[in-house]
């Protein structure tokens, strides 16, 4: 069907628009219906009045509402690192770009998967040509990747009679590592005292000079050189070196068993399983990050280098929090690349092997590693 | 000013403007008008902050249980009132209506509570509509929307700042909404708007109502001399009553007319001694041109000589269903199902109207013929002579009398004038003709009293003429008088009503006299009297603009526009004609010339035009999209934090350290650090502060903006130190 070109006007001029009525706008519309069918019925003019009063009303709504929308410029700041099950914090920042005219009442909701999902932004005023910035709690509930399509703004000024909605797209995208949990009782006990004394030169907190290099911004300003900063007229930061290292694998296999659900374990009791598995390696390696170990991460066919500091924790939870179970086709050849990553390790380095499921073909790799970790068993003592 | 006392204020204005126009226009029991006005100035000055002694606090302690009670009572007595006192719904339920607004007004806690009181508000004006059509409501109206629109806002800015608050929003601290200047000229600006969208949604709106008068719930102007009987001095009774009893307009007049104005209502043939009757009852529909057009006359000839005088009457509701024009009546246009018309000339309408309606009137005046004025006798017709030649028994002095005075008169047009110029010059106005009862009142008045009033004197031309055998008749109605110089029209009151002659003359018809001397009052121009005609004339306008505006008001108006446009369309359709003219002359040269070009130089040209014309659309559409604001290139942010760089900039170049395009930055800070150690710090923050604004989702904060202002005037100060230490040194 061919679109006149002004209705062509008219829908892009009101493209991503929505608008629906509030209660008292229904009351509103319905009032206004009947005056206007009294107007008819008597042909009192006054009651045409008032009609018309009630009309410009709606009409004058809809012109202050729109303008409400106009020229917003928002744009959307996700936490930098997300935790499954954890609070973080995400902002809006929302800037009015009308030269002369405020913005009142604005909504701000999040778009998933098409369902605006209202987060308690509200931004009471606006002035014209200023900004302004709000934070909202944002839980994700899975570890994994996580989206963000768009946003949807409302506003019901001036009168409360309608929402007029606005819907823009403005992606986002994070990865939500899984859960750091403190590590239970028996487990703690476990790992207490593991490592062997091998320092390596590394920075870190110390007292011992490490390196001098230019200040950036973030640094702690307590660490600049002052000397040498005097002397060459640039900012120089101080860093210390680290006073011990040790060095430890986390190895965990994702393979999934060769028949499964036939150990009598159904498909969502091995789907806890894993994600058990999962958030014991990410609270591990958290716990190791913090003794100062350097940790080296082997997750199902994937290794992250050994590493020390906080950087390296994140990209092993980074793994962590994207990595799934291998079906069967591939569960194979995963786990022999996990084997061979696993015999690579260095003869001296400490090993913690977590297994996910029972399964005799993850049992083959418990040899020569001392200390191992079953999901199932955490799971027992959690229940416990 | 904060929202929250705002709100409840405007609030309460709200349902005051709605009250007042209740209580101008239905009759409110006295103490439920005293309780209801109490109520509102005790609320209102509450709500305004106003110290009473906690009055409106302890009467808003009352319990909810007392209140219902009260209104239980309230709708007792309005069933009462319905049933056995006024015995009318809209006033029983507009009482019912102010009692609720009591209620309410001592109860205003939640959401809900203004919203019935808006409500309430809404139903009051809604009855003040059905009630009045008077002009006052305009002024209500206006003021209702005003407080509306402030209510609504208001309304709605509290409601989000509650919300607000409940949510905490992500514990950042709300400060109180205040109101101010630029808001207050906002929000009114915003209401005058609103009322130009409802005039103009007013006037476009498609009448469709079958209503032919608004329901009027006045009573109607009780009027004398139009019944088909009228005795001898009942004009006088009105003649000191200053009741507005019409308005009529000539739309081709610019000013007043130098004559007097005639508006006849009724006409009587038949004079019993003390009464005129009119003997010709039998009254005939008249029929109609098309809906609401009646034609009067179907005299063709008259139309053609084109002295057509036409008259907008607005008339007010009256007890008798007379309609008024300058005689002779042709056509008659207004909202009225059916006129009917008597064989003498009077218009009557079905029924007497209920409410001021208006219709229009074309008229077509009788003048007299040449041959009319010199003929010495006239061969009178039948049916002239046998109504409008009789007598009642009258002493042979009224006869002799009127020879007398037409002696020396050789036509019955120079006998008319003697007798009409004898009653002027021999006769006082009076309308103290004292109470007595007389057997013969025209007698009375010829011969005894010589005093009266336009009855008197008309009656007695009539007799005299006839006595002289020349056909005559009474006709009563109004001599329009005020003129109204503001809304241009003439304004009609009771004291205007007037009795003349008419004179009949075969060639020419019924003709004019007016025995009666003038007394033309001089025009009142006293403060009051101009601010009278003005609001008079606003009266007149609302009427006719506003509660008479009909779907044939529509039809002319746009008929009008189609009129008025055609010259503009006759000439953008010429103008179109030309350039297509040209186009196609163009067309026919670059065809026949087409073939003699060189191809190179043509590609050339279609080239270097297209090359402008992309140029040209590319510059309009950048210029289009910034006019939109489509096209600004930084963030409010990336804006400030570019201003306060540029000012860096800027003294940094006082001490010759100028930033050469080709560093960015952070490199242009390091240079400057290596070149003045003292300002290394400073510009390194100020870059910093820059680049987070200006590169960074993160917007800057106004402790950094301030921070950014405090570092400059650091960064001055020690420019002027170091310059000072140069000049020193």
């Given at each position: 069907?061919?679109?006149?070109?002004?209705?062509r006007f008219?829908r892009w001029?009101?493209?991503?628009r929505?608008?629906?009525l509030?209660p008292?706008?229904?009351?509103f519309?319905?009032?206004a219906?009947?005056i206007?069918?009294a107007?008819?019925?008597t042909?009192?003019?006054l009651?045409?009045?008032?009609?018309?009063m009630m009309?410009?009303?709606i009409?004058?709504?809809?012109?202050?509402s729109e303008?409400?929308?106009?020229r917003l410029y928002i744009?959307?700041?996700l936490?930098?690192?997300?935790?499954?099950g954890f609070?973080?914090t995400a902002y809006?920042s929302?800037a009015n770009?009308k030269s002369?005219?405020?913005?009142?009442?604005?909504?701000?909701l999040?778009v998933?998967?098409?369902?605006?999902?209202?987060?308690g932004?509200?931004v009471?005023h606006?002035a014209?040509?200023s900004?302004?910035?709000?934070?909202y709690?944002?839980?994700?509930?899975?570890?994994g990747?996580?989206r963000?399509d768009g946003i949807?703004?409302?506003?019901r000024?001036p009168f409360?009679?309608?929402v007029?909605g606005l819907?823009?797209?403005?992606?986002?995208?994070?990865?939500?590592?899984p859960p750091?949990?403190?590590?239970?009782?028996?487990?703690?006990d476990q790992i207490?005292?593991?490592?062997q004394d091998n320092?390596?030169?590394k920075?870190?907190?110390g007292?011992?000079?490490?390196?001098?290099?230019?200040y950036?911004p973030?640094?702690?300003?307590r660490?600049i050189h002052w000397?040498?900063?005097?002397?060459?007229?640039?900012l120089?930061?101080?860093e210390?070196?680290a006073?011990?290292q040790?060095?430890?694998?986390?190895a965990?296999?994702?393979?999934?068993p060769a028949?499964?659900?036939t150990?009598?374990?159904?498909?969502?009791?091995?789907e806890?399983s894993?994600?058990?598995?999962v958030e014991?390696?990410?609270s591990?390696a958290?716990h190791?990050?913090?003794?100062?170990?350097?940790?080296r991460a082997?997750?199902?066919?994937q290794?992250v280098p050994?590493a020390?500091?906080?950087?390296q924790l994140?990209?092993?939870?980074r793994?962590?929090a994207?990595?799934?179970p291998?079906?069967?086709p591939?569960a194979?050849?995963?786990l022999g690349?996990?084997?061979?990553?696993?015999?690579?390790?260095p003869p001296h380095?400490?090993?913690?092997l977590?297994l996910?499921?029972?399964?005799?073909r993850?049992e083959?790799?418990?040899?020569g590693?001392?200390t191992v970790?079953?999901?199932?068993e955490?799971?027992?003592?959690?229940a416990? | 000013?904060?929202v929250?006392?705002?709100?409840?204020?405007?609030?309460?204005?709200?349902?005051a403007a709605?009250?007042m126009g209740?209580?101008?226009?239905?009759?409110?029991?006295?103490p439920?008008l005293i309780?209801?006005?109490g109520?509102i100035a005790?609320t209102l000055?509450h709500a305004a902050?106003?110290r009473?002694?906690?009055?409106?606090g302890?009467?808003?302690?009352?319990?909810?249980?007392?209140w219902?009670v009260l209104?239980?009572?309230a709708?007792?007595?309005?069933?009462?009132d319905l049933?056995?006192?006024?015995?009318?719904?809209?006033?029983?339920g507009?009482?019912f209506l102010i009692?609720l607004?009591?209620n309410?007004?001592?109860?205003?806690?939640?959401?809900?509570?203004?919203?019935?009181l808006?409500?309430?508000s809404?139903?009051m004006l809604?009855?003040t509509a059905?009630?009045?059509?008077e002009?006052?409501?305009?002024?209500?109206f206006?003021?209702y929307l005003?407080?509306?629109i402030w209510?609504?806002l208001?309304?709605?800015l509290?409601n989000?700042?509650?919300e607000?608050r409940?949510?905490?929003s992500?514990?950042v601290?709300?400060?109180?909404i205040t109101?101010?200047?630029?808001?207050?000229w906002?929000?009114n600006?915003?209401?005058?708007?609103?009322?130009?969208?409802?005039?103009?949604?007013?006037?476009v709106t498609p009448?469709?109502?079958a209503?032919?008068?608004?329901?009027?719930?006045?009573?109607?102007?009780?009027?004398s001399?139009f019944?088909?009987?009228?005795?001898l001095g009942?004009?006088?009774?009105v003649?000191l009553?200053?009741?507005v009893v019409?308005r009529v307009?000539f739309?081709?007049?610019?000013?007043?007319?130098?004559?007097?104005?005639y508006?006849?209502?009724a006409?009587?043939?038949h004079?019993?001694?003390r009464?005129w009757?009119?003997?010709?009852?039998?009254?005939r529909a008249?029929?109609?041109?098309?809906t609401g057009?009646?034609?009067?006359?179907?005299?063709?000839?008259?139309?053609?000589d084109?002295?057509?005088?036409?008259q907008e009457?607005l008339?007010?509701a009256?007890?008798?269903?007379?309609?008024?024009g300058?005689p002779?009546v042709q056509?008659v246009?207004g909202t009225?199902?059916?006129?009917?018309?008597?064989?003498?000339?009077?218009l009557?309408l079905p029924?007497?109207p209920?409410?001021r309606?208006?219709y229009t009137?074309?008229s077509?005046?009788?003048?007299l013929?040449?041959g009319?004025?010199?003929?010495?006798?006239?061969l009178?017709p039948?049916?002239?002579?046998g109504?409008?030649?009789q007598?009642p028994?009258?002493?042979?002095r009224?006869s002799?009398?009127?020879?007398?005075?037409?002696k020396?008169a050789?036509?019955p047009?120079e006998k008319?004038?003697a007798?009409?110029?004898?009653?002027?010059?021999?006769?006082?106005?009076?309308l103290?003709?004292?109470r007595k009862?007389s057997?013969?009142?025209?007698?009375?008045?010829?011969?005894d009293?010589?005093?009266g009033?336009c009855?008197?004197?008309?009656?007695?031309?009539?007799?005299?003429?006839?006595s002289?055998?020349?056909p005559?008749r009474?006709?009563?109605?109004f001599m329009?008088?005020?003129?109204?110089d503001f809304?241009h029209?003439?304004t009609?009151?009771q004291q205007d009503?007037?009795?003349?002659?008419?004179?009949?003359?075969?060639?020419?018809g019924w003709i004019?006299f007016d025995?009666t001397p003038?007394?033309i009052?001089?025009?009142?121009?006293?403060?009051?009297?101009?601010v009278?005609?003005?609001?008079d004339s606003?009266r007149?306008k609302?009427?006719r603009?506003v509660?008479?505006?009909?779907?044939?008001?529509q039809?002319?108006v746009?008929?009008?526009?189609?009129?008025?446009?055609?010259?503009v369309r006759?000439?953008a359709?010429e103008w179109?004609?030309t350039?297509?003219?040209?186009?196609?002359?163009?067309?026919?040269?670059?065809l026949?010339h087409?073939?003699?070009?060189?191809w190179?130089v043509?590609a050339?040209?279609?080239?270097?035009?297209?090359?402008l014309?992309?140029t040209?659309?590319?510059w309009?559409?950048?210029?289009?999209l910034?006019?939109?604001?489509?096209?600004?290139?930084f963030?409010?942010?990336q804006?400030a934090?570019?201003?306060f760089?540029?000012r860096m900039?800027?003294?940094l170049?006082?001490?010759?350290?100028?930033?050469?395009?080709?560093l960015?930055?952070?490199?242009?800070a390091?240079?400057?650090?290596?070149q003045?150690?003292d300002?290394a710090g400073?510009?390194?923050?100020l870059?910093?502060l820059?680049?987070r604004g200006?590169?960074?989702?993160?917007?800057?904060s106004?402790?950094?903006?301030?921070?950014?202002d405090?570092?400059l005037d650091d960064l001055g100060r020690l420019?002027?130190?170091?310059r000072?230490?140069?000049a020193?040194a």
């Amino acid at each position: 069907m061919r679109v006149s070109p002004i209705r062509r006007f008219f829908r892009w001029l009101y493209r991503n628009r929505s608008i629906s009525l509030t209660p008292e706008g229904t009351r509103f519309v319905l009032l206004a219906a009947a005056i206007g069918l009294a107007a008819i019925n008597t042909g009192n003019n006054l009651l045409y009045l008032l009609l018309a009063m009630m009309l410009s009303l709606i009409v004058v709504s809809g012109a202050l509402s729109e303008q409400c929308l106009r020229r917003l410029y928002i744009q959307r700041r996700l936490p930098e690192h997300i935790f499954a099950g954890f609070p973080g914090t995400a902002y809006f920042s929302i800037a009015n770009r009308k030269s002369r005219l405020p913005s009142f009442s604005i909504r701000i909701l999040d778009v998933i998967d098409e369902q605006p999902i209202d987060r308690g932004v509200h931004v009471l005023h606006l002035a014209p040509e200023s900004s302004a910035l709000r934070s909202y709690p944002l839980l994700v509930a899975r570890r994994g990747r996580f989206r963000i399509d768009g946003i949807k703004v409302l506003t019901r000024f001036p009168f409360s009679l309608f929402v007029k909605g606005l819907a823009l797209s403005l992606p986002s995208e994070a990865i939500a590592y899984p859960p750091i949990k403190p590590l239970p009782d028996d487990i703690y006990d476990q790992i207490e005292g593991l490592g062997q004394d091998n320092p390596v030169p590394k920075r870190g907190p110390g007292v011992d000079l490490y390196n001098l290099r230019l200040y950036h911004p973030g640094d702690d300003s307590r660490a600049i050189h002052w000397r040498t900063t005097a002397k060459t007229s640039l900012l120089i930061i101080r860093e210390t070196q680290a006073e011990d290292q040790h060095h430890i694998t986390l190895a965990f296999p994702t393979a999934l068993p060769a028949a499964s659900g036939t150990s009598g374990v159904s498909a969502a009791g091995m789907e806890q399983s894993f994600e058990t598995a999962v958030e014991l390696t990410a609270s591990l390696a958290a716990h190791f990050q913090e003794q100062g170990f350097a940790i080296r991460a082997i997750v199902g066919d994937q290794e992250v280098p050994g590493a020390t500091g906080e950087e390296q924790l994140f990209r092993i939870l980074r793994v962590l929090a994207l990595c799934q179970p291998i079906p069967a086709p591939q569960a194979d050849a995963g786990l022999g690349v996990f084997k061979s990553l696993l015999a690579q390790t260095p003869p001296h380095e400490m090993v913690l092997l977590i297994l996910p499921w029972e399964d005799a073909r993850l049992e083959a790799c418990t040899a020569g590693v001392e200390t191992v970790f079953r999901a199932h068993e955490v799971e027992a003592t959690h229940a416990r | 000013m904060r929202v929250e006392g705002s709100f409840r204020v405007s609030s309460i204005l709200l349902v005051a403007a709605a009250f007042m126009g209740l209580t101008l226009a239905a009759p409110i029991p006295l103490p439920l008008l005293i309780t209801a006005l109490g109520s509102i100035a005790i609320t209102l000055a509450h709500a305004a902050g106003w110290r009473l002694g906690g009055v409106a606090g302890r009467l808003s302690q009352v319990s909810t249980r007392v209140w219902n009670v009260l209104m239980v009572l309230a709708f007792v007595v309005c069933v009462t009132d319905l049933i056995w006192l006024s015995k009318d719904l809209l006033l029983a339920g507009t009482n019912f209506l102010i009692v609720l607004m009591i209620n309410k007004l001592f109860n205003l806690h939640q959401r809900k509570d203004f919203l019935y009181l808006y409500a309430i508000s809404f139903l009051m004006l809604l009855a003040t509509a059905a009630l009045t059509v008077e002009a006052w409501y305009a002024l209500v109206f206006i003021f209702y929307l005003l407080a509306a629109i402030w209510t609504l806002l208001l309304y709605h800015l509290k409601n989000e700042d509650e919300e607000n608050r409940k949510a905490g929003s992500a514990g950042v601290s709300i400060p109180p909404i205040t109101l101010s200047s630029r808001f207050f000229w906002t929000t009114n600006a915003v209401a005058f708007l609103a009322l130009i969208l409802t005039l103009a949604i007013f006037f476009v709106t498609p009448r469709a109502g079958a209503g032919f008068f608004q329901k009027g719930r006045g009573q109607p102007i009780r009027m004398s001399g139009f019944s088909q009987k009228v005795d001898l001095g009942v004009i006088g009774n009105v003649k000191l009553d200053p009741t507005v009893v019409m308005r009529v307009d000539f739309p081709d007049l610019t000013g007043p007319g130098e004559g007097r104005v005639y508006l006849q209502g009724a006409v009587y043939d038949h004079y019993t001694g003390r009464s005129w009757v009119n003997t010709l009852t039998r009254r005939r529909a008249v029929g109609q041109i098309y809906t609401g057009s009646f034609l009067v006359s179907r005299d063709q000839r008259a139309w053609a000589d084109s002295k057509v005088v036409r008259q907008e009457v607005l008339i007010e509701a009256l007890d008798a269903p007379v309609l008024f024009g300058v005689p002779v009546v042709q056509r008659v246009r207004g909202t009225f199902p059916m006129l009917q018309a008597d064989d003498i000339g009077g218009l009557h309408l079905p029924y007497p109207p209920s409410s001021r309606f208006q219709y229009t009137v074309f008229s077509i005046p009788n003048e007299l013929e040449p041959g009319d004025k010199r003929a010495t006798s006239f061969l009178y017709p039948p049916r002239i002579t046998g109504r409008f030649l009789q007598l009642p028994p009258l002493s042979p002095r009224v006869s002799d009398l009127s020879r007398a005075v037409a002696k020396n008169a050789a036509t019955p047009y120079e006998k008319a004038l003697a007798i009409k110029w004898h009653l002027l010059g021999n006769y006082r106005y009076s309308l103290d003709v004292g109470r007595k009862a007389s057997e013969s009142p025209v007698e009375d008045f010829l011969f005894d009293r010589k005093t009266g009033y336009c009855e008197h004197y008309a009656t007695a031309m009539v007799l005299m003429l006839r006595s002289l055998d020349i056909p005559a008749r009474l006709v009563t109605g109004f001599m329009a008088g005020e003129w109204n110089d503001f809304g241009h029209y003439y304004t009609v009151r009771q004291q205007d009503a007037h009795a003349w002659v008419e004179v009949y003359f075969p060639r020419s018809g019924w003709i004019i006299f007016d025995p009666t001397p003038s007394l033309i009052a001089s025009p009142r121009n006293s403060p009051m009297e101009v601010v009278a005609r003005l609001l008079d004339s606003f009266r007149v306008k609302w009427t006719r603009l506003v509660v008479q505006y009909s779907f044939r008001d529509q039809q002319a108006v746009l008929h009008q526009l189609r009129e008025r446009s055609q010259p503009v369309r006759s000439r953008a359709a010429e103008w179109v004609a030309t350039a297509m003219k040209v186009v196609r002359n163009w067309r026919v040269w670059v065809l026949t010339h087409v073939r003699d070009w060189d191809w190179t130089v043509l590609a050339g040209w279609v080239a270097a035009a297209s090359m402008l014309w992309i140029t040209v659309l590319r510059w309009a559409r950048r210029r289009r999209l910034r006019l939109l604001g489509a096209v600004s290139r930084f963030t409010p942010d990336q804006q400030a934090a570019t201003r306060f760089y540029a000012r860096m900039l800027g003294l940094l170049e006082r001490r010759g350290l100028s930033k050469p395009p080709t560093l960015a930055p952070l490199e242009y800070a390091r240079s400057v650090a290596a070149q003045w150690t003292d300002a290394a710090g400073l510009v390194r923050v100020l870059t910093d502060l820059y680049c987070r604004g200006r590169f960074s989702c993160a917007p800057l904060s106004a402790d950094d903006l301030s921070l950014a202002d405090r570092l400059l005037d650091d960064l001055g100060r020690l420019l002027n130190t170091d310059r000072e230490q140069a000049a020193g040194a």
